[in-house]
């Protein structure tokens, strides 16, 4: 029989060691704990609130189809839904406001009066607790328009959820409303070999059938193109075309071209046990459920499936949370000093200190753990180099891997110098 070898001892003994002093996590996570809105994020648009440590599992999507962006059109009836849990054992309340912005997220000059119908507040209070399992938490849902507030001008908004009692402001989550007025038509190209070192490149193109109330389109028209929902970057078509009657052509520029090769982890933890391919060990306790999950190998973990569930991932609504330790092996080409984060649907794919990874030097590898909800999530290491998020230098591969596109079409209206928002298109470029 063959002995252990060094690395499999040392495995077994961080396994042992990780169960018996990893700490209890506590449910009384305090507010303090709110990040300011300056934070480096793939997601968080100028003026966001981060949502803080005690809020959890948050969703905001269509009502209907949760792997839908928060995106309705004026006039019909859709809605968004939002639920989230408060790590708490009591019941709290909440109120929920609305703010217009215009295209790059300053707030625009409109009054309510020409924006809602009926009063800009919604409370949102009578969680349904679950106080069966550590940490106790209760899930709050609401959805809007509703009776209370209709919405009667298109363009940005963000929602701001605040406390109650304090008037403090929790956390805010960026939406856009529509008008679907006007045909927009969006295409995707690939090019292969043309980015830094032959990574591969997506051109993103198309026309807009304008209506007949634009007389200027190449003034009055922008167009913004969104790479799989991350909506703190954009991108601008420097090349348009208004030759043809009512139809204004776009396209990006070479500088310009997305890159085709973005990648993600998938983590799917809705069967929590040895039997999960994903799980290395597995605690379950009376108060917290502990995983460490397998390691991560650059150049071999990303899943080459696009799921997309409102960057938020899809936690099981009734599930416990578990304690999760990632672990994530470079193949020796960092420096035990480089900033590696984990970014992803848990944490709004925002660099936290809390989601830094800690070189460990016995395994050689970076590990970090957090809290999340048993379900299925979306996640990536990136590297924080001179306060920016270098999202792909832990990529992969520079090969094609599937993307979404989602663009809006905004036009500044004349009379009230706002921005509102004629139409949006999703596209998926090919495989």
């Known amino acids: 029989m063959k002995a252990p070898s060094v690395f499999n001892l040392l495995v077994l003994f961080s396994l042992l060691v990780w169960f018996s002093c990893t700490p209890e996590v506590s449910e009384a996570i305090s507010n303090s704990d709110l990040q300011n809105n300056s934070?480096?994020?793939?997601?968080?648009?100028?003026?966001?609130?981060p949502i803080p440590n005690s809020i959890k599992s948050v969703q905001f999507h269509k009502k209907g189809t949760p792997d839908s962006a928060p995106i309705f059109t004026l006039g019909t009836n859709e809605k968004l839904t939002v639920t989230f849990d408060e790590l708490s054992s009591i019941s709290g309340q909440f109120?929920?406001?609305?703010?217009?912005?215009?295209?790059?997220?300053?707030?625009?000059?409109?009054?309510?009066?020409?924006?809602?119908?009926?009063?800009?507040?919604?409370?949102?209070?009578?969680?349904?607790?679950?106080l069966r399992v550590r940490p106790n938490?209760?899930?709050?849902?609401?959805?809007?328009?509703n009776r209370e507030i209709q919405f009667k001008t298109s363009g940005n908004y963000l929602m701001h959820v605040y406390d109650f009692q304090s008037g403090t402001e929790l956390f805010s989550m960026p939406f856009f409303v529509t008008e679907k007025s006007g045909e927009l038509y969006p295409n995707v190209q690939t090019i292969f070999s043309s980015g830094l070192m032959g990574a591969a490149q997506?051109?993103?193109?198309?026309?807009?059938?304008?209506?007949?109330?634009?007389?200027?389109?190449?003034?009055?028209?922008?167009?913004?193109?969104?790479?799989?929902?991350?909506?703190?970057e954009f991108k601008q078509p420097r090349e348009i075309d208004t030759s043809r009657e009512q139809i204004l052509g776009f396209r990006l520029n070479s500088d310009q071209l997305f890159p085709s090769y973005f990648d993600f982890n998938f983590l799917d933890l809705e069967e929590l046990s040895l039997q999960n391919p994903q799980i290395f060990g597995y605690e379950p306790g009376p108060n917290l459920d502990?995983?460490?999950?397998?390691?991560?190998?650059?150049?071999?973990?990303?899943?080459?499936?696009?799921?997309?569930?409102?960057?938020?991932?899809?936690?099981?609504?009734?599930?416990?949370?578990?304690?999760?330790?990632f672990r994530f092996e470079d193949g020796g080409i960092l420096s035990d000093k480089t900033a590696v984060y984990l970014l992803g649907d848990f944490n709004q794919w925002t660099v936290n200190e809390r989601f830094r990874m800690v070189y460990n030097p016995d395994l050689s590898l970076f590990e970090t753990n957090t809290l999340l909800k048993r379900g299925s999530y979306q996640y990536?290491?990136?590297?924080?180099?001179?306060?920016s998020i270098n999202s792909l230098s832990l990529n992969d591969s520079i090969t094609k891997n599937q993307q979404e596109y989602t663009l809006l079409v905004y036009y500044q209206d004349p009379e009230y110098l706002y921005d509102r928002i004629l139409a949006v298109s999703r596209i998926l470029s090919g495989f």
């Open 95 to 130: 109120i929920v406001r609305f703010t217009h912005h215009n295209r790059n997220w300053e707030k625009s000059n409109q009054p309510d009066i020409l924006l809602f119908e009926g009063f800009n507040e919604i409370t949102v209070q009578g969680g349904n607790a679950n």
């Open 290 to 325: 502990r995983v460490i999950l397998k390691d991560d190998f650059l150049n071999f973990s990303s899943d080459p499936r696009i799921i997309f569930e409102t960057g938020f991932g899809r936690p099981n609504r009734n599930g416990r949370y578990i304690d999760a330790t």
């Open 380 to 387: 990536k290491y990136v590297e924080v180099k001179s306060e």
């Open 137 to 145: 938490y209760h899930t709050y849902s609401f959805e809007f328009p």
């Open 202 to 232: 997506d051109e993103v193109y198309g026309e807009f059938q304008y209506p007949d109330f634009v007389l200027f389109p190449q003034f009055e028209l922008k167009i913004h193109m969104y790479q799989n929902r991350f909506w703190s």
């Open 39 to 49: 934070a480096l994020s793939l997601t968080l648009v100028p003026g966001q609130v």
